[in-house]
């Protein structure tokens, strides 16, 4: 029941836009995004509600296909502070749990 | 303001001991969620509790207890510690369905 996210991972320079997806077999009620530092807990980002509605602030926004159960993180003009790991998450319509991908490793160099 | 508060944050037991993580939230949240984090395998959901007084299994429940005690406190017990349970552990609280987790900052837990 876990998201698949892609890719696994990507590396990019400072200034260079990256998409990362997040799918699933089961019905939305909402998807998650999460960034982790090495280290340290997984911080929040943005939510996306049943609706198709797209999210974002400064460079980083998303948007959810609830037809299509996809979602899709965007970075933009990344910075090297957008390094670390990516997570969606998802619940499912009707559940109250609240499942996690496998996670994108973003690299951002000078 | 605490947040989530996980205890202790790093533990080893030997093989066969038996171990309570402990999670509480000052945040009167209604859900929590107990996580195991293994390199490559991402946030695999251990179990959950949608309110006080339900808890329900997650991906990977095998090996493991929990107790919602109250609305504050959800803990995860190890009966019998193995090897293959050395992870990362976090839990989370959410509000409701239409909001963000909180993560606790973790349990390194290894057995050896």
């Known amino acids: 029941q876990q998201p698949v996210q892609s890719p696994q991972a990507v590396i990019l320079r400072e200034g260079e836009d990256a998409v990362i997806n997040c799918s699933s077999s089961?019905?939305?009620?909402?998807v998650h995004w999460y960034r982790q530092k090495h280290g340290e807990a997984p911080v929040f980002l943005m939510i996306?509600?049943?609706?198709?509605e797209q999210k974002g602030h400064d460079k980083i926004s998303a948007s959810f296909n609830e037809k299509k159960q996809q979602s899709s993180l965007y970075l933009t003009a990344s910075q090297l502070s957008y390094s670390g790991t990516y997570f969606c998450?998802?619940?499912?319509?009707?559940?109250?749990?609240?499942?996690f991908g496998t996670g994108t490793r973003l690299t951002v160099i000078p | 303001n605490a947040g989530v508060t996980q205890t202790p944050k790093f533990q080893v037991l030997k093989t066969g001991q038996s171990m309570t993580l402990q999670c509480a939230q000052d945040m009167n949240h209604n859900s929590m969620y107990w996580y195991r984090q293994d390199p490559g395998m991402g946030l695999r959901l251990i179990y959950y509790s949608a309110s006080e007084g339900t808890t329900d299994k997650g991906e990977v429940p095998n090996g493991y207890n929990v107790s919602r005690l109250n609305k504050r406190e959800f803990s995860l017990r190890l009966e019998s510690a193995a090897p293959s349970q050395t992870s990362v552990y976090f839990c989370?609280?959410?509000?409701?369905?239409?909001?963000?987790?909180?993560f606790g900052q973790g349990t390194r837990l290894t057995v050896v």
């Open positions: 996306l509600l049943k609706g198709g």
């Open positions: 089961k019905a939305l009620y909402s």
């Open positions: 998450g998802t619940m499912q319509t009707g559940a109250n749990n609240l499942f």
């Open positions: 989370a609280s959410k509000e409701d369905r239409s909001t963000e987790a909180f």
